[in-house]
C-alpha cells in the first residue's frame, strides 16, 4: 500500500511539473516544476529499493526526504527533503493513520521547515499551505472529528491557504526581489504542497480507506 501511495503522489506531481514551473516563472526561477518532479521521480526510486519488511510509513518519508536533499537543487530540496525526514521521526513501525498521528507529522514538518528556511506564516513560502493544514488538524482533534472529516477540513484550509498567498508580498526565495510585484500570484511552493495533501488525500478515498 506504500508503495502504491508513493506511486500515486509521484505520478499526481510529474503531472503537475508544467503548472507549477509556469506559476514559477511569474515570480521564481521557473523550475520548481522541474525540481518537484525530479524530486519525486528519484523517491520513487528508493522507495523500490527498500524491503518489503522494512517498508513502513516513518522509513517512507525518511526514504522520500533523503531523495530530495541528494537529488533536487534550489529551495525545494532541502526544505521538502527536511520537512519529510523530521516528519518520519514521529512516527515507527506501528503508528496508525489517524488524526492525531497527521496533525505530528505536519508538526515536525513545519518545524524542520522553518529551521532550514527561516520563513513563517504569510511570507508567502509552503508554510501558507502546511500551517493552515496542521491548525485545521489540531481543531479537529479538539472537536473529535473523524479521520475523513478532518481531511476534508484541512484540504480547505489549504486551498485557502494558497489563495491567501495571492494577497501578499513575497519575503523569501527569489520571489522576495520583486517585492510588491509578487501580489496577486499564488506561491509555487504554497501550491505544490496542496497538491501533495490533495493527492494524498485522493488516494485514501481511491483505496477506501477513508
Known sequence: MIRSAVKFLVDTIISEKNHLTALDTKIG??????????????ALEAIDEVDEENLNASTALETVGQAFIMNVGGAAGPLYG???VDASKV???NSKLDVDTLEKVFSAAIVGIQRRGHAKKSDKTMLDTLIPIQESLKQSIEDKKNLAEALDEAMTAA??????????????????????????????????????????????KDNEII
Open 91 to 93: 512516527l515507527n513501525k
Open 159 to 204: 486551498r485557502e491557504g494558497v489563495e491567501y498567498t495571492k494577497t501578499i508580498v513575497a519575503k523569501r526565495g527569489r520571489a522576495a526581489y520583486i517585492g510588491e510585484r509578487s501580489i496577486g500570484f499564488e506561491d509555487p511552493g504554497a501550491v505544490s504542497s496542496m497538491i501533495i495533501f490533495r493527492a494524498f488525500c485522493q488516494f485514501l
Open 29 to 42: 526561477d521557473g523550475d520548481h516544476g522541474l525540481n518537484m518532479a525530479r524530486g519525486a521521480t528519484a
Open 82 to 84: 527536511t520537512g519529510f
